[in-house]
Antibody
Framework: QVQLVQSGAEVKKPGASVKVSCKAS????????MHWVRQAPGQGLEWMGR????????NYAQKFQGRVTMTRDTSISTAYMELSRLRSDDTAVYYC???????????????WGQGTLVTVSS | SSELTQDPAVSVALGQTVRITCQGD??????ASWYQQKPGQAPVLVIY???NRPSGIPDRFSGSSSGNTASLTITGAQAEDEADYYC????????????FGGGTKLTVL
């Protein structure tokens, strides 16, 4: 079955960087964009950006431009999201999600990884 | 960039019908997708496209759209439907970006 498995929880100090991984299985990794979404404690979902696993091309939300880098390793079907210059308000659960598109341009996020809690604290 | 607006909270009596709405300019161009999230769990897709349910989602969940408003309807709400619900669509402003609504907390009474 299609599955996304993320790396474990992280605790980082302000100013540091964190790199979260998302290993895909059950489908052709290069055939679907991978998106990253985060959720701060008690808050809603926030879209961060996406990567084309085939070409490596990326699009980032304006809010994260300059701080986020999304990469992939096709040999192990894994996508990565690295966030730098961490602040306390970056404390959140970070999710990867495979996105499917249809011929009219609709998109949907399915499945999602289990989430990775990143805690930023001094 | 576009925004999607949802009511923060909605309640429904057990077995009754509830509609959760999502408003935004991007919905004039794209259908919304809808996600259910229970505490401590990852979101789960419940509706996508014009009105499509993934395998395993009960048929009491349905979607519709008119103008700049998308709706998720639960016909005969069950206790297990109590959750947060989020809408999502692609941003229609020309940027390659996506946007989520702020979420609606559904309480089943």
């Amino acid at each position: 079955q299609v599955q996304l498995v993320q790396s474990g929880a992280e605790v980082k100090k302000p100013g540091a960087s964190v790199k979260v991984s998302c290993k895909a299985s059950g489908y052709t990794f290069t055939g679907y964009y991978m998106h990253w979404v985060r959720q701060a404690p008690g808050q809603g979902l926030e879209w961060m950006g996406r990567i084309n696993p085939n070409s490596g091309g990326t699009n980032y939300a304006q809010k994260f431009q300059g701080r986020v880098t999304m990469t992939r390793d096709t040999s192990i079907s894994t996508a990565y999201m690295e966030l730098s210059r961490l602040r306390s308000d970056d404390t959140a659960v970070y999710y990867c999600a495979r996105v499917t598109s249809n011929y009219v341009g609709d998109n949907w996020f399915d499945p999602w990884g289990q989430g990775t809690l990143v805690t930023v604290s001094s | 960039s576009s925004e999607l607006t949802q009511d923060p909270a909605v309640s429904v009596a057990l077995g009754q019908t509830v509609r959760i709405t999502c408003q935004g300019d991007s919905l004039r161009s794209y259908y919304a997708s809808w996600y259910q999230q229970k505490p401590g769990q990852a979101p789960v897709l419940v509706i996508y496209g014009k009105n499509n349910r993934p395998s395993g989602i009960p048929d009491r969940f349905s979607g519709s759209s008119s103008g700049n408003t998308a709706s998720l309807t639960i016909t005969g709400a069950q206790a297990e439907d109590e959750a947060d619900y989020y809408c999502n669509s692609r941003d229609s402003s020309g940027n390659h970006s996506w946007v989520f609504g702020g979420g609606t907390k559904l309480t089943v009474l």
